[in-house]
């Protein structure tokens, strides 16, 4: 089964308590999901390789470690998962951007894709998909369907926050797949919202509400 990484750092959940108030506005709203996105990369990539490299410091001659050259793609699902992007690829400036389209039906809750464009390499790639919400998990399980569509072996998912039914979803759909999220909230309302959860991520982020 994948793995289920809960980011309990202090950083992190103190950032999301503010996400949680009603009363943050967007511009600390945005700027805040990027920096959990940025924090959460950086346990999310703690796994990358490493290789040996010798340099010279104006000191000595030494080995260091430097990235073996693994190639990242960072997979945001539209809209709301673009709040976490630019601070991602701050930090792995090599990473490519690969996107999909996902809304979710507000009858049925199922997802409906209407846009994708991944990097023509994408099947050789280190995939992170990136979407602050984790609810039904249908559209986390069917990002991830598309995208092994593409031939990619090596897929990680991470969300700001989810809730049991969305994990189990990914775990039973994906068990290949690595999960991180900062916090799994009790359940989902009968509008499949996460409770307490934050509300809807892609409003808050755009302001389109
Ligand atoms: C939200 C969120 C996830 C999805 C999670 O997007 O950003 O993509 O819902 O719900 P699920 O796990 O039940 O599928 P939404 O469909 O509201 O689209 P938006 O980002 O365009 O607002
Ligand atoms: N999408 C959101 O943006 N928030 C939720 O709580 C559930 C789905």
Do not use: W
């Not at 190639?71 to 991602?88: N, Y």
């Not at 290949?176 to 900062?182: I, M």
Request: hydrophobic share 40%.
């Amino acid at each position: 089964m994948g793995e289920l990484h809960v980011l309990d750092h202090p950083l992190i959940q103190h950032k999301l308590s503010i996400l949680r108030d009603k009363n943050t506005g967007v511009k600390e709203f945005r700027e805040i999901i990027g920096e959990i996105a940025a924090l959460m990369c950086y346990e999310a990539t703690r796994d990358l390789p490493l290789e040996n490299v010798t340099i010279e410091t104006p000191v000595a001659v030494g080995t260091f470690k430097r990235l073996a050259g693994k190639k990242v793609a960072i997979v945001p699902i539209l809209r709301a998962g673009l709040g976490m992007v630019d601070t991602i690829i701050d930090l792995i400036p090599s990473a490519k951007v690969g996107h999909i389209g996902l809304y979710r039906d507000p009858e049925t809750h199922n997802p409906v894709e209407y846009y994708c464009k991944m990097p023509p390499d994408i099947s050789e790639r280190e995939v992170i998909i990136v979407d602050p919400m984790l609810a039904t998990g249908g559209s986390a399980s069917a990002a991830i369907t598309f995208i092994k569509g593409y031939g990619c072996k090596n897929i990680k998912l991470m969300n700001i926050i989810g809730c049991p039914e969305g994990v189990e979803v990914i775990q039973r759909d994906h068990p290949d797949v690595d999960l991180y999220v900062a916090a799994v909230d009790e359940r989902l309302n009968e509008n499949k919202y996460i409770v307490p959860g934050l509300g809807d991520a892609g409003d808050r982020i755009f302001g389109t509400k």
